[in-house]
């Protein structure tokens, strides 16, 4: 947990000289996500997890300070999974028939990052940065999808802590409004799938809009 304690003591300390100078700005973002999900081995496992694509929303607040710094936290739902081959056996072949069947495996959860981030490039209507931070994810239900039929599993627990890093390239349309073109990248800290953790990463399109000046 030092780590994660670290890292909020810097962003509060960031928070605070930033917060005394003007001209910060906030806003608030509706976002729409593409993801490749997949699991990794922690050891030297050699099951193989296939990648899958899934689709997310979320909304996101974004501070703005003056010396380019910025802030973002948010209220995501997201769905992710994998799918692996499970090879057959019966009573006379218990080690295995040689034949395989599909797995799916899918979840929903609602994510909370916070990400601190950096402008490299700030102009009258475009800029680019860098973020990086944690995000908390509840885990709302869950599926396996197994020869056509669902079923309601409990693999995860309640709570998944992810490290989360994206770029990000914004282009204002208007004195308010700006699209963001966001590429993502996500990695599961805690494990709580065995020996197997999660990795995500995507692009995500935003439009935010401007509250405050």
């Known amino acids: 947990?030092?780590?994660?304690?670290?890292?909020?003591?810097?962003?509060?300390?960031?928070?605070?000289?930033?917060?005394?100078?003007?001209?910060n700005s906030f806003e608030i973002e509706g976002n729409y996500s593409i993801t490749s999900e997949k699991f990794?081995?922690?050891?030297?496992?050699?099951?193989?997890?296939?990648s899958k694509l899934y689709h997310s929303f979320g909304i996101n607040g974004r501070m703005i300070f003056k010396s380019k710094f910025f802030v973002i936290g948010g209220l995501h739902l997201k769905r992710f999974g994998t799918k692996f081959d499970v090879e057959e056996t019966t009573i006379q072949n218990p080690e295995g028939t040689g034949e395989f069947y599909e797995v799916n495996w899918n979840a929903n959860s609602i994510d909370i990052p916070i990400?601190?981030?950096?402008?490299f490039i700030s102009r009258d209507k475009f800029r680019f940065g860098i973020a990086l931070g944690i995000s908390n994810s509840f885990v709302i239900d869950q599926t396996q999808k197994a020869r056509g039929e669902d079923i309601e599993?409990?693999?995860y627990e309640d709570y998944i802590f992810n490290l989360n890093s994206n770029l990000e390239i914004?282009?204002?349309?208007?004195?308010?409004?700006?699209?963001?073109?966001?590429p993502i990248w996500q990695r599961q800290?805690?494990?709580?799938?065995g020996n197997y953790k999660q990795r995500s990463y995507g692009c995500q399109i935003g439009i935010s809009y401007k509250l405050k000046k």
């Open 40 to 50: 990794i081995p922690t050891n030297n496992a050699n099951d193989i997890f296939e």
């Open 153 to 155: 599993i409990e693999t």
């Open 189 to 193: 800290i805690n494990s709580n799938f």
């Open 170 to 182: 914004g282009y204002s349309i208007s004195e308010n409004f700006t699209v963001n073109l966001i």
């Open 1 to 23: 947990m030092k780590p994660n304690i670290s890292i909020f003591v810097i962003l509060l300390f960031i928070l605070q000289s930033n917060l005394t100078i003007a001209q």
């Open 115 to 119: 990400k601190l981030g950096y402008y």
